[in-house]
């Protein structure tokens, strides 16, 4: 059993790397990895659960980062948007969303990316109405999500090709 | 079980500009010794894409590619005002200021290439980074190498100020007379919704709309506003208050759960066409396009459910709960209108 | 017209790649070492006297840097709209005397975490005379109502009238001659912006005596500008940074988070953040005003409009902040893009004890096209004339005079409507078909004024 | 930090003991999905939380007739419990993906109208609740947790630990009405379980309504008049007009008690009818 008080030690393996941190007890994975590691891309939309703006995968699912406290992620494998693609390159999903102008003001991007790539790797043929139904916890309220549906189709079919 | 289907049209006019005027935006460009185009705005993209129709214009008017245009935007220590982002006056007025800014840098740009080209300024031509005379195009030039010869030969800069501004205006309180716009776009959308005469429910299956924008500056980012608009315009029709109970103040929602916008699958088919009528006063022709997008599909759908079920429901959001209590009143006491049976 | 280059082609966003990456940098990416964070105590009621606020056990809360009270802001007033002539100023930066909505900012506390900062803000005491709130917009105008305004009643004063008007040709007239009245009211209630990013403002204060503000403003130099005004501070003391904002609809121009931050940042000496929560963004932040219009229509038997007179209620809520402004343009626009000979419009801006309206999206127009939108379509269903017809006959044309005074230049209603009959494979009929934003000639309109209307110079 | 200790114990009987020794001043979570809201807006300043996720309530196991749910199985793998078709297809359409992977059975059923929505089906399928303190452990009816909460039957130092459902017998529905098509909180949601004889006449009746009052309730008015009876548009409907009469529901953002009382009738209805259709298929 784990007590902890006032700062707990957690480690776990983010974006393939490990990492250690010291926290205050109750600090959420979107805070340690915002104000902590200091990596941005995973966005604090409402702090509710009902905005998908801070979507990260966690052993691969879809994982709501504000609701989440980092003690719980000990030992596990965390995705953020900067796990994906390297510097200077893109996923096929960022490709695609860049391509289809599926990003505007790129606040949900981050969150929409990877609720998608976890939907390509369960499912890498995804209907239209699948994909939609996977994103349905994933507000936008630039696009209209036609776009970054289509995105995801074009990512999910150029994936299939470059296998 | 009923599921009843209807057609409405709507027809809409947006005004372009911060109404009444009196709103400049500034620009101030540079050309650095590689011939790269720094533009210094103090303007703000909201996501709609500021910053590359504003790159696309400046390249435009100079004739430089793309890639060689920097906007640097967002900063009062670096760059001159700007009114703001809002009432679709981005593109305008800034794409104004910018091609003001252009064309004296692309003046100062020709006067150098001129004496590089033992040319006169008035027969060259600048087109994706090139300076040629015109009818000769083998007589030519980099903007590069005219950057470098511009610092490192004659000393002279290559750089632009602009600025849009309409004049203020007032409004006659008598008559209500005013100037409130610089031009016009407009819209018609065509909506196509299922009433379940059941449960009250509302979907809205198609819309279809035709835009008249001006000249686009970039088609996809036009495309952009028309799909977010519509599904925006889609959500107030149908979805959305902060007051549920307006005017009363009760159960005024604080979450996602309690103030729902559409997710992926609430989206209807989205059909649209743009027209393309320049104006006389936008940089090359532009007229706003923002704002517009979410307003003709609230009143097509409020159309289309009358047409579906014979019940006009003026009060939005069209809740369910409204359409099944209109369709009961209509029921009660019977009321005209036409109802068409798909 | 010249062959264009670049612009009319689709080009890749020059953002996309920072977007899908997530390197864009948005203001909440700001950090600085040993920043503080700020929470707001907000006003529990929709209207009334503020007795006492008791900040004492927030302060001693272990973690505390600062509380800010309506003392510590210099000029404690809103001014958004003074800088275009809009007064006089009513909305306090914090509240000090009394309340005018549910959530109005009452005291500031800035702490070393925003857990600690939330868990102090609970700890102060405020002790509010409620009163009842004025909610319903008849109700407001009607003289039963209290006067939420200092200036005795509960509209906006527009050159000392209460209302703005329109007032061209001759409206009587126009009913008398017409040979059916249509009436409508319609009615819609505020809605929020809702973008993904809330309103996020992080201060620096700098070693030469300036502050650097990072904020999502919608408009820099405007909330430089104001800022100054409600600091005392000189502008040159002001640095505003931005530019990239997370979605903002026309919710992020009301000036709201920079003041508070840069007066945390000044009596802490340290950089604060204020981001505000979804629930503040929801229920506190200024929303797309209610409105209630009322179309009163003379129309004759082939569906031309020959006058309408309209009444139009927006609610402001409980202070200014851009709807006086926003009401001119719904002024502008609510007869709607139809050539109508005979127009009376009397608009108001007026108050309640409910969150601010302010501009969104559409400002003033969304609800004007509404209301005409429907409108158009009762009067087609209540003289049994085709909903395209009704449109395309009454649309405004190039060179024809609008209500306000405002030869139409850019038309292209009729246009669109036949591009959008052509999309839905809709089949017009040849004079429809006809139809362009061009044809009109002088002499048309001319026959169209009511009987005794002034003649317009054009 | 207002937040002093953070347990997170590695078994049950952990957990009891720390419920037991911190007593109320513990906030107890299970995927989170509640408590953590509230932190973050700045309304709940917990001294002492636990987590449940590591306590080892996580599996489903079969026994003899029933399905045991530890309280700490998510909603994401409930939907998976084909088993218990009701159950798994509220599941489906709870909340959006994310909140599905995070939270979980147990924590589900602390949530009030409109949440909460697994309730709905665990009544009809006449689910048992597994609760455990320092006195041991004891299950009761799910209804008696819902009537009892807070205080009543379920006391502040018992940790819900487990589901008891029975497998089902005959035919199950479950339909819920929200405000969109998805991720949506519900207006009305209905779980019905039906057995009928031979003759179509109804042998047993479970049916229970969500949001038509503050916890998901049993229709015990609407089951009493379909019991007995054959089922056909007669019985149907008066199966529909009890639920409605029973219902007592709340005005919320999303809907008025007016419109939900009116669609528990309604819902009710349409999930007989499927009924009947299916039995009509069968045949």
Same mark, same amino acid.
């Given at each position: 059993m784990n007590t902890l008080t006032d700062t707990l030690t957690v480690t776990f393996k983010l974006n393939s790397k490990p990492v250690a941190l010291a926290v205050p007890p109750l600090t959420t994975l979107r805070s340690a990895l915002r104000e902590h590691l200091h990596l941005h891309a995973t966005k604090a939309g409402c702090g509710q659960g009902g905005c998908g703006s801070c979507t990260v995968l966690v052993n691969g699912e879809p994982t709501l980062s504000c609701l989440l406290p980092v003690a719980l992620v000990e030992g596990q494998e965390v995705t953020t948007l900067e796990g994906i693609s390297s510097y200077g390159s893109l996923h096929p999903l960022q490709e695609a969303f860049y391509e289809h102008f599926a990003a505007q003001c790129g606040y949900c991007t981050s969150g929409m990316i990877l609720t998608a790539k976890a939907l390509l790797e369960r499912n890498p043929h995804p209907s239209r109405e699948e994909i939609a139904e996977a994103l349905s916890g994933n507000m936008c309220r630039c696009t209209g999500y036609l776009p970054i549906v289509e995105a995801i189709e074009d990512a999910a079919r150029k994936m299939e090709e470059g296998q | 079980m009923a599921k009843v289907r209807g057609r409405g049209i709507a027809a809409v006019n947006y005004p372009t500009g911060m109404n009444l005027g009196g709103d400049p935006s500034q620009a101030?460009?540079?050309?650095?010794?590689?011939? /790269?185009?720094?533009?210094?705005?103090?303007?703000?993209?909201?996501?709609?894409?500021?910053?590359?129709?504003?790159?696309?214009?400046?390249?435009?008017?100079?004739?430089?590619?793309?890639?060689?245009?920097?906007?640097?935007?967002?900063?009062?220590?670096?760059?001159?005002?700007?009114?703001?982002?809002?009432?679709?006056?981005?593109?305008?007025?800034?794409? /104004?200021?910018?091609?003001?800014?252009?064309?004296?840098?692309?003046?100062?740009?020709?006067?150098?290439?001129?004496e590089e080209l033992e040319a006169v300024p008035e027969d060259l031509v600048a087109a994706n980074g090139e300076i040629y005379v015109k009818g000769s195009p083998h007589r030519k030039i980099s903007i590069p190498e005219v950057a470098g010869a511009a610092h490192f030969k004659y000393g002279r800069t290559i750089s632009g100020r602009g600025i849009f501004l309409k004049p203020l205006s007032k409004v006659d309180p008598e008559t209500g007379a005013c100037d409130p716009d610089s031009t016009e776009a407009h819209a018609t959308t065509v909506a196509d919704v299922e009433v379940d005469t059941e449960t009250g429910e509302v979907t809205v299956l198609r819309l279809a709309s035709a835009y008249e924008v001006g000249q686009q500056v970039n088609p996809e980012m036009v495309n952009g506003q028309i799909i977010g608009g519509a599904v925006m315009g889609m959500a107030h029709a149908l979805m959305e208050s902060v007051f549920p109970y307006y005017p009363s103040l009760d159960h005024h929602p604080g979450s996602f759960s309690e103030y729902l916008i559409p997710t992926a699958l609430d989206v209807p088919e989205i059909e649209s066409v743009v027209l393309e009528y320049p104006s006389s006063n936008g940089p090359y022709g532009v007229k706003g396009v923002g704002e517009m997008t979410a307003n003709s599909p609230i009143p097509a759908i409020v159309n289309a459910i009358y047409d579906a079920v014979g019940v006009w429901i003026t009060d939005l959001p069209v809740t369910p709960e409204k359409v099944l209590r209109a369709l009961e009143e209509k029921e009660a006491y019977g009321s005209a209108g036409s109802r068409r049976n798909q | 017209m010249?062959?264009?280059?670049?612009?009319?082609?689709?080009?890749?966003?020059?953002?996309?790649?920072?977007?899908?990456?997530?390197?864009?940098?948005?203001?909440?990416?700001?950090?600085?070492?040993?920043?503080?964070?700020?929470?707001?105590?907000?006003?529990?009621?929709?209207?009334?006297?503020?007795?006492?606020?008791?900040?004492?056990?927030?302060?001693? @809360?272990?973690?505390?840097?600062?509380?800010?009270?309506?003392?510590? *802001?210099?000029?404690?007033?809103?001014?958004?709209?003074?800088?275009?002539?809009?007064?006089?100023?009513?909305?306090?930066?914090?509240?000090?005397?009394?309340?005018?909505?549910?959530? &109005?900012?009452?005291?500031?506390?800035?702490?070393?975490? &925003?857990?600690?900062?939330?868990?102090?803000?609970?700890?102060?005491?405020?002790?509010? &005379?409620?009163?009842?709130?004025?909610?319903?917009?008849?109700?407001?105008?009607?003289?039963?109502?209290?006067?939420?305004?200092?200036?005795?009643?509960?509209?906006?004063?527009?050159?000392?009238?209460?209302?703005?008007? *329109?007032?061209?040709?001759?409206?009587?007239?126009? @009913?008398?001659?017409?040979?059916?009245?249509?009436?409508?009211?319609?009615?819609?209630?505020?809605? #929020?912006?809702?973008?993904?990013?809330?309103? *996020?403002?992080?201060?620096? !204060?700098?070693?030469?005596?300036?502050?650097?503000?990072?904020?999502?403003?919608?408009?820099?130099?405007?909330?430089?500008?104001?800022?100054?005004?409600?600091?005392?501070?000189?502008?040159?003391?002001?640095?505003?940074?931005?530019?990239? *904002?997370?979605?903002? @609809?026309?919710?992020?121009?009301?000036?709201?988070? #920079? !003041?508070?931050?840069?007066i945390a940042a000044m009596k802490t000496g340290r950089a604060v953040k204020w981001r505000w929560t979804r629930e503040e963004e929801f229920r506190r932040s200024s929303t797309r005003a209610g409105a209630k219009i009322e179309f009163r229509d003379a129309v004759m038997n082939d569906g031309r409009i020959i006058g309408r007179k309209v009444r139009s209620l927006q609610d402001a809520g409980a202070y200014h902040r851009h709807s006086p402004y926003g009401l001119q343009k719904h002024m502008a626009n609510v007869a709607g893009p139809y050539n109508i000979p005979n127009v009376w419009i009397d608009a108001y801006c007026v108050y309640t004890n409910r969150q601010p309206a302010s501009a969104m999206r559409g400002f003033g127009v969304t609800e004007a096209s509404f209301a005409v939108e429907v409108q158009m379509e009762k009067i087609a269903r209540t003289i049994g004339i085709d909903s395209w017809e009704i449109r395309m006959v009454n649309a405004y044309r190039n060179g024809q005079m609008r209500a306000i005074r405002k030869v139409v230049e850019d038309a292209t209603l009729v246009e669109t409507i036949k591009a959008a009959a052509d999309l839905v494979g809709y089949e017009l009929p040849a004079h429809l078909r006809a139809m362009h934003s061009n044809d009109y000639t002088r002499e048309d309109n001319d026959q169209s004024h009511g009987e005794g209307a002034p003649r317009h110079d054009r | 930090m207002t937040t002093t200790d953070f347990f997170i114990p590695c078994s049950v009987n952990e957990a009891v003991d720390l419920l037991s020794e911190h007593g109320e001043e513990l906030v107890v979570m299970g995927g989170g999905t509640i408590m953590m809201y509230l932190v973050n807006e700045g309304r709940l300043f917990p001294r002492k939380v636990m987590s449940l996720r590591r306590s080892g309530m996580d599996e489903v196991r079969a026994v003899d007739g029933h399905v045991e749910i530890g309280a700490g199985v998510t909603i994401a793998r409930i939907a998976q419990l084909d088993a218990l078709s009701i159950l798994a297809q509220a599941a489906r359409i709870l909340g959006g993906p994310a909140v599905r992977n995070m939270a979980t059975i147990g924590g589900n059923l602390f949530a009030h109208a409109p949440y909460g929505d697994l309730g709905v089906p665990l009544l009809a399928l006449d689910a048992r609740i597994e609760l455990r303190s320092k006195r041991g452990q004891r299950t009761i009816p799910l209804e008696q947790f819902f009537a009892g909460h807070p205080g009543g039957e379920y006391l502040a130092a018992e940790l819900v630990t487990a589901l008891h459902v029975p497998l089902p017998q005959g035919h199950g529905v479950y339909l819920k009405l929200g405000r969109r098509h998805a991720n949506t909180p519900s207006v009305v949601a209905v779980a019905a379980q039906i057995t009928l004889d031979d003759n179509n006449v109804c042998r047993a009746a479970r049916i229970a309504l969500g949001a038509a009052s503050p916890r998901p309730m049993r229709a015990v008015r609407a089951e009493a008049a379909l019991v007995g009876e054959r089922l056909d548009d007669a019985s149907i409907t008066a199966a529909a007009e009890a639920a409605m009469s029973e219902s007592d529901p709340a005005t919320d953002a999303l809907a008025s008690a007016w419109y939900r009382r009116r669609m528990a009738g309604l819902y009710v209805r349409k999930a007989l009818e499927q009924v009947a259709h299916a039995r009509s298929g069968a045949q």
């Open positions: - | 101030l460009i540079f050309c650095q010794p590689t011939g /790269n185009f720094s533009v210094k705005l103090a303007s703000t993209d909201l996501g709609q894409g500021l910053k590359t129709a504003i790159a696309q214009i400046a390249a435009e008017t100079l004739g430089a590619s793309l890639d060689t245009i920097i906007v640097d935007t967002g900063d009062t220590d670096s760059a001159p005002h700007c009114m703001g982002t809002f009432a679709s006056r981005g593109t305008h007025r800034i794409g /104004n200021a910018v091609i003001m800014a252009a064309r004296e840098a692309r003046q100062a740009l020709l006067d150098i290439a001129a | 010249k062959q264009l280059g670049i612009v009319g082609q689709s080009v890749r966003r020059t953002d996309g790649i920072g977007h899908v990456t997530g390197t864009t940098r948005y203001v909440d990416d700001v950090f600085y070492p040993n920043m503080l964070w700020l929470k707001m105590v907000r006003s529990p009621v929709a209207r009334g006297i503020i007795h006492s606020v008791d900040t004492s056990q927030a302060e001693a @809360f272990p973690g505390v840097a600062a509380v800010i009270t309506a003392r510590d *802001v210099p000029n404690n007033w809103y001014t958004i709209l003074g800088l275009i002539g809009i007064g006089p100023n009513d909305e306090p930066v914090l509240a000090d005397s009394e309340v005018m909505y549910e959530g &109005e900012p009452i005291c500031a506390i800035v702490a070393e975490s &925003e857990e600690i900062a939330c868990e102090a803000a609970s700890l102060v005491r405020v002790e509010i &005379e409620e009163q009842e709130p004025v909610l319903d917009l008849e109700y407001a105008l009607s003289p039963q109502a209290p006067a939420i305004k200092k200036w005795g009643n509960n509209t906006y004063m527009y050159d000392g009238m209460d209302h703005r008007q *329109v007032r061209f040709g001759n409206i009587e007239a126009a @009913f008398a001659q017409a040979d059916h009245i249509i009436e409508g009211s319609y009615q819609m209630s505020p809605i #929020e912006h809702v973008p993904m990013e809330t309103h *996020v403002c992080v201060v620096n !204060p700098e070693g030469d005596g300036r502050l650097t503000v990072h904020t999502n403003t919608q408009a820099l130099y405007f909330s430089l500008d104001n800022t100054a005004i409600i600091l005392k501070m000189p502008t040159h003391r002001l640095h505003f940074i931005g530019g990239t *904002v997370g979605g903002g @609809f026309g919710g992020k121009v009301d000036v709201i988070t #920079e !003041p508070i931050t840069c | -």
